[in-house]
């Protein structure tokens, strides 16, 4: 018997008119939680079904109606209704509600880690335009696109060619959310008659939230299934991991830019938490940026030798500090990493171009540091190369 069970059957009052009290409380306040849900997710005109369930990403929600309309909300506040082939959005729609066609086509894509979702949910086809040239894509897909003239450079986000995107008949853009610094041409996007999506991935706190976006570009295309199912591959690589024990090895991941000068992941990066994600540690464990939206901090190099030095592993980041293949390479960067314990030991491994650019893969790539942790012999990598000594 519970120990408020017995305190009932003794009799005593007063505790249970306050367990009567808090109960009405917990009643209201439920009740109160589903008016608010339901205020949330109601259209007039339209059935509410469900909220589609996220396991990491808290920067959207999808909210799914009868007859198979979605309702994609940004964490900025702005929101998409998803019409079906065959339908049409209600008449009484709220007027800051943008409509889009379910199966969007001619899509201009500024935001490049957008462009993965598409590649992995086979529908690159309904992307047109994009923001990088060829010789700066790594996602395959993309710049085989471009190097057949399917797919058209259109400009970066801040100064897009507006007369390229009206005649191929853009309606929609994805964008990052550094458009915020361009406002102008967000205005002058929507008085073409072109919506904007900000893609927020970036701003997600758990490496796989971003993983979860592939959900946001299911409900466009009409392919959730698809994107469930690709997501939760990318989760099982992450389960997999978590199920093994700690590594209790440290890594460095960084570059040496033009100034001789260290540039650091901060202890709150995405990246520093996939290297705790594969069962390691990053030594920057204390280093916070500025303050600024900025996820990289610019170290002198004394003491990044004093924090560095004695991590196990070492990865360079060479999406922006350069191509490295061998260990003669990298100490060309700095004389004074030959001291580091990694170098000396030859657990130096450095990223591939496609590092920052195929977003749908992070599962593997923490798989893949959990393996240079552990089992660093264990065979090829997609993500990480380990470095030649000469």
């Known amino acids: 018997m519970t120990a408020p069970a017995r305190r009932i059957r003794r009799g005593t009052a007063a505790v249970l008119t306050l367990a009567a ?4 409380l917990a009643l209201a306040g439920c009740g109160m939680q589903a008016q608010e849900q339901a205020a949330s997710v109601q259209i007039d005109g339209l059935t509410y079904v469900e909220t589609v369930p996220l396991s990491y990403a808290d920067q959207f929600t ?13 964490s900025n506040g702005d929101r998409f209704l998803v019409v079906p082939p065959g339908q049409e959005a209600p008449p009484s729609l709220e007027k800051d509600i943008v409509t889009i066609r379910q199966g969007v086509e001619n899509l201009y894509v500024a935001a490049s880690a957008a462009m ?3 590649a992995a949910l086979d529908s690159l086809d309904a992307v047109c335009l994009c923001g990088l040239r060829a010789e700066d894509w790594y996602v395959e897909e993309a710049r085989t696109a471009m190097e057949q003239g399917e797919l058209l450079y259109a400009g970066k986000y801040s100064g897009p060619d507006y007369e390229l995107l009206l005649a191929q008949g853009c309606t929609l853009s994805i964008q990052n959310t550094m458009i915020e610094h361009a406002p102008e041409v967000r205005e002058k996007l929507q008085d073409l008659g072109i919506a904007v999506l900000e893609d927020y991935s970036s701003y997600e706190a758990h490496p796989l939230g971003r993983c979860e976006w592939i959900k946001v570009y299911g409900a466009l295309l009409g392919k959730s299934e698809e994107a469930e199912a690709l997501f939760a591959a990318q989760k099982k690589y992450l ?19 033009s100034a001789g000068q260290a540039v650091c992941r901060s202890s709150s990066d995405y990246v520093s938490k996939m290297i705790a994600l ?6 920057f464990r204390s280093l916070e940026n500025d303050g600024s939206a900025r996820s990289t901090v610019t170290m002198e190099m004394e003491k990044f030798y004093e924090e560095a030095r004695d991590a196990d592993v070492v990865i360079y980041n060479s999406t922006l500090g350069g191509d490295v293949q061998t260990l003669e390479e990298l100490l060309g960067k700095n004389a004074l990493l030959a001291d580091f314990k990694a170098v000396r030991s030859g657990d130096v491994w450095c ?5 920052y650019q195929e977003t749908m893969r992070l599962g593997e790539m923490i ?3 959990h393996t240079i942790l552990t089992e660093p012999e264990s065979g090829d990598l997609s993500f990480l190369h380990r470095l030649r000594e000469s």
């Open 116 to 118: 993965d979702f598409f």
């Open 351 to 355: 990223t591939g171009h496609n590092f």
């Open 367 to 369: 798989s893949e540091m």
């Open 21 to 24: 009290a808090l109960l009405c």
């Open 239 to 257: 389960d997999a991991v978590a199920e093994m024990e700690e590594t209790g090895k440290t890594a460095a991941f960084f570059y040496i830019n």
């Open 278 to 283: 594969a069962g390691g540690e990053s030594v």
């Open 62 to 74: 999808i909210d799914r109606y009868e007859g198979g309309y979605a309702l994609i909300t940004i």
